[in-house]
């Protein structure tokens, strides 16, 4: 529990990362707030100004990490000084929150790099989850991730590394407007780099499978965006840094039959034990 909690009147510095949750006022939970209320100092990396402004209402003290991106310069560098920002606050003994979109460690660089660094350190460090984008995918698009398996990759990854399909199951993919970027540079590429990713894809999906292109809500007053087309149809479409592209299974599961007669064999052996 010191792990979670460090006691109240501690002079050395702590750090908590915790999620916001995807959709403002409604997602974050009461360990998270705790955190954030508790905190000396909070730095927020939020999708929305106006998560900035709800969370100052729970804390004096809130500093923006968004300044830190900038016209061209890598994002590895923008998430390095994040860690570097946080740090410094948890060296010069304060108690600190880090407040990060969504969940604190799904496709998010700097929170756990930060608690990595605060132990290696020896300061006190957690990471305590949120609602994600993968969540509210799975209720809003009503996917149950146990069905037919799911497979999640950052975009560009299938196209920088072989990586194997399992096209009997689901396929998330996130950051696709920003695929190939090798840069980290860019906020998004375009459909000739979304057109690479399709070849790649439809080396397992038949072009004219459908596919989902789904945006959660973030404000209460939104609905989430689900947008269905044919997979050869994403390099045509406007994308925002907020889509996640969901492809359904493009095939039946094939019964493993060497594996259920070992299984079955098992079964007979056992009852006769
Ligand atoms: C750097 S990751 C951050 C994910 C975040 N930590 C989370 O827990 O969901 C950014 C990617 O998350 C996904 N994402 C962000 N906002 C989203 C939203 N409102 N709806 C659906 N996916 C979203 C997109 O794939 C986007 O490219």
Redesign the pocket.
């Known amino acids: 529990m010191t792990d979670h909690f460090p006691p109240q009147n501690a002079t050395r510095g702590s750090l908590a990362c915790v999620?916001l949750g995807?959709t403002l006022g409604s997602h974050l939970t009461p360990l998270a707030r705790s955190h954030i209320e508790r905190a000396d100092v909070v730095f927020a990396a939020l999708?929305h100004g106006a998560a900035e402004m709800w969370l100052q209402r729970m804390h004096p003290d809130v500093r923006s990490l968004q300044p830190y991106y900038g016209e061209g310069k890598s994002r590895q560098k923008t998430y390095r000084e994040w860690v570097d920002l946080m740090m410094a606050e948890v060296r010069a003994g304060k108690r600190v929150c880090g407040v990060?979109?969504?969940?604190?460690g799904?496709?998010?660089w700097s929170p756990r790099n930060a608690i990595e660094r605060a132990r290696a350190e020896g300061y006190a460090a957690h990471m305590e989850p949120?609602i994600?984008?993968?969540d509210?995918?799975y209720a809003d698009l009503g996917i149950d991730p146990g069905r037919f398996g799911c497979q999640h990759f950052e975009a560009s990854q299938l196209l920088f590394y072989e990586r194997r399909l399992e096209p009997t199951g689901y396929l998330v993919?996130?950051?696709?407007?920003?695929v190939g970027d090798w840069s980290l540079t860019r906020f998004e590429t375009g459909p000739a780099y979304r057109q690479v990713l399709v070849d790649v894809l439809s080396a397992d999906y038949p072009l004219d499978h459908e596919i989902i292109v789904?945006?959660?809500?973030?404000l209460p007053i939104e609905r989430?965006r689900v947008r269905r087309l044919r997979l050869g149809e994403l390099p045509d479409i406007t994308l925002t840094?907020?889509?996640?592209v969901v492809l359904p299974p493009a095939a039946p599961l094939k019964p493993n039959l060497a594996v259920r007669q070992r299984l079955q064999s098992l079964d007979k052996a056992s009852a006769f034990a």
């Open positions: 999620g995807m999708a990060f979109y969504g969940h604190p799904i496709f998010a949120g994600s984008a993968e509210c995918l993919l996130w950051q696709v407007a920003l789904y945006r959660a809500a973030t989430p840094g907020e889509d996640t």
